[in-house]
């Protein structure tokens, strides 16, 4: 196990910006059609699957993307991975992702609108720009239950592809539930005993989480996080075994020998509402969310441009 030590923000915020106050609207309204208006959304929903991805589509269609279907058939039914790529002076790539399907019987406002919602608003800060190293957005489909770490797993389909074409990623960012915070003690908890002993009991922080392998790419991310970042950030590189390490997208790509990192609140063992039909857009906060993707930003900019 290797925590990242270093200075995470501990002080007090700041108001928001009129530039993140107009970033909090966008995702609150990202959050609120994915987990409210289109809400559960999986095969067993088919016709709110395909709605997800209209509007993933629509918004990157809106702020000047070109949309590349990556599609598979599962089930007898089409599913599709949606691809945006900025191509930049190197052919290295720098991939930012976040599932759009929602577990069986939830309507996935955290789990994964949240992840979704950062998605979007960020390539649409990215549209147009020039970057030395190639930038890619992507929406996977089919993460959770059942499909989640086997070979249909919409993620494992997309780098598995990525791995025969020879793609060069250089670093995947998996963007998975980034919505929930609670400054009440004793609100964090964790899969191992004695992880305690080292990280926080507090849930107000973001983790940032890498396999061993990843952890040069995980030391670069979270030093350049907390630099720009007012909101309180863990990380480590931990064994890809620890239960909830390897738990979204970034799994398919340590499989096919990528580097990668989750960026999450870490769902499973703070947020009371994971997996289950109160997974709402109410529950979450949308401020922190925003300092979230405000020091993510920066992030992107510093990858895309050694």
């Not at 699957?49 to 918004?59: F, G, M, P, T, V």
């Not at 494992?156 to 929930?180: P, W």
């Not at 979450?284 to 300092?291: K, P």
Request: glycine share 10%; proline share 6%.
């Amino acid at each position: 196990m290797i925590r990242m030590p270093g200075e995470s923000f501990q002080g007090t915020t700041s108001p928001l910006t009129p530039t993140e106050e107009a970033l909090r609207v966008e995702l609150t309204s990202h959050v609120q059609t994915l987990g409210s208006e289109i809400g559960e959304r999986n095969l067993a929903h088919y016709p709110q699957l395909l709605s997800a991805a209209q509007y993933i589509e629509d918004q990157l269609s809106e702020a000047g993307w070109k949309i590349r279907r990556d599609e598979y058939q599962l089930q007898a039914k089409s599913c599709y991975n949606l691809e945006v790529e900025l191509t930049g002076a190197s052919p290295q790539i720098v991939l930012i992702g976040a599932h759009y399907d929602s577990v069986f019987g939830s309507p996935g406002a955290n789990d994964n609108g949240s992840g979704v919602a950062a998605l979007l608003a960020l390539a649409q800060r990215f549209a147009g720009s020039q970057n030395r190293k190639t930038l890619r957005f992507v929406a996977f489909v089919n993460e959770e239950p059942q499909y989640f770490q086997t070979s249909q797993m919409g993620s494992y389909v997309y780098a598995d592809r990525c791995r025969k074409r020879g793609d060069q990623i250089d670093a995947m960012i998996s963007l998975e539930t980034i919505g929930y915070y609670s400054s009440q003690p004793g609100s964090q908890h964790y899969p191992l005993s004695g992880l305690n002993l080292i990280y926080p009991g507090t849930g107000n922080f973001i983790g940032f989480v890498g396999n061993v392998g990843s952890r040069a790419l995980l030391r670069e991310v979270i030093g350049k996080f907390r630099r720009h970042a007012q909101i309180p950030s863990e990380g480590g590189a931990l064994p890809a075994a620890v239960p909830g390490v390897g738990w979204s997208d970034q799994w398919s790509f340590w499989e096919h020998g990528y580097p990668g990192i989750m960026v999450t609140d870490t769902a499973p063992f703070r947020y009371p509402y994971y997996h289950s039909v109160d997974d709402t857009p109410d529950k979450l906060d949308y401020e922190s969310m925003t300092r979230v993707v405000a020091g993510l930003e920066k992030v992107i900019r510093h990858l895309a441009n050694p």
